[in-house]
């Protein structure tokens, strides 16, 4: 069974409007750890926030915010004020266990972002 | 800070040649480093752990003869893929473990073709 699905293959947004990157994960373990990276054309992961699962409000990084619904085991990715540069392949990501757990990450399938101008 | 390099960015070579891959961190130590491979339009799968000091903690399916990970010091993993093949062709990308929450950073990956 997944672990993490995302089950929006790709997403299109209008400039300067915000988009929610849709992600639901499955496990037993109380402790674990979110997180979601940004994956442009050229390759690279870039981390863009996290959320523990005890941590008691809703992560923010400036425009990325986290709704970390619990209950639903849903940690949906919010970008507000949408620019071009942010068209790219984003990854939801699970680690079981909070600390010292060895830190391997169980992946989405992904999600592929175009912004409109 | 947590920025992770990766040498080379690119390579192409001839199918039986042995390649080899660099991941450094540059501005934290790092026991822990991981190794993927994805293939276009579709996510990453870990290939391997490697531990500082340690042997590499293979992933099922992974062959470890073919993949040889070393972890010689905290700043540096490297990944031979020996006797290269056409199959082998793929984005390999590494990461390291940092900080209190074990966040990991990702180096900006290999492109290796065979030819």
């Known amino acids: 069974a997944q672990k993490i699905t995302q089950t929006q293959p790709g997403m299109f947004v209008q400039e300067k409007e915000a988009v929610t990157l849709d992600c639901t994960y499955d496990?037993?373990?109380?402790?674990?750890?979110l997180f979601w990276y940004k994956q442009p054309s050229s390759g690279e992961m870039i981390f863009l926030i996290y959320?523990?699962?005890?941590?008691?409000q809703n992560a923010t990084e400036g425009r990325y915010s986290l709704n970390f619904q619990k209950a639903r085991k849903s940690a949906n990715l919010v970008i507000s004020a949408s620019q071009l540069g942010d068209s790219a392949m984003y990854f939801c990501?699970?680690?079981?266990?909070?600390?010292?757990?060895?830190?391997?990450?169980?992946f989405g399938q992904g999600t592929e972002l175009s912004v409109k101008p | 800070g947590a920025v992770v390099s990766q040498h080379p960015s690119r390579v192409i070579c001839k199918s039986g040649t042995s390649v080899k891959i660099e991941c450094r961190s540059l501005?934290?130590?790092?026991?822990?480093m991981f190794w993927y491979r994805q293939f276009p339009k579709q996510s990453l799968m870990l290939m391997a752990t490697?531990?500082?000091?340690?042997?590499?903690?293979?992933e099922q399916g992974v062959e470890k003869d073919k993949f040889l990970i070393n972890h010689a010091s905290l700043t540096l993993s490297t990944l031979t893929v020996t006797s290269a093949h056409p199959e082998d062709s793929s984005f390999y990308i590494c990461?390291?473990?940092?900080?209190?929450?074990?966040?990991?950073?990702f180096g900006p990956g290999t492109r290796l073709l065979v030819l």
């Open positions: 990461s390291a473990l940092e900080g209190a929450w074990e966040t990991q950073y």
């Open positions: 496990t037993s373990d109380p402790s674990y750890g």
């Open positions: 959320q523990g699962s005890y941590d008691q």
């Open positions: 990501a699970m680690r079981e266990g909070l600390h010292n757990q060895g830190g391997k990450l169980i």
């Open positions: 501005d934290f130590q790092a026991t822990t």
């Open positions: 490697s531990n500082e000091g340690s042997k590499a903690t293979y």
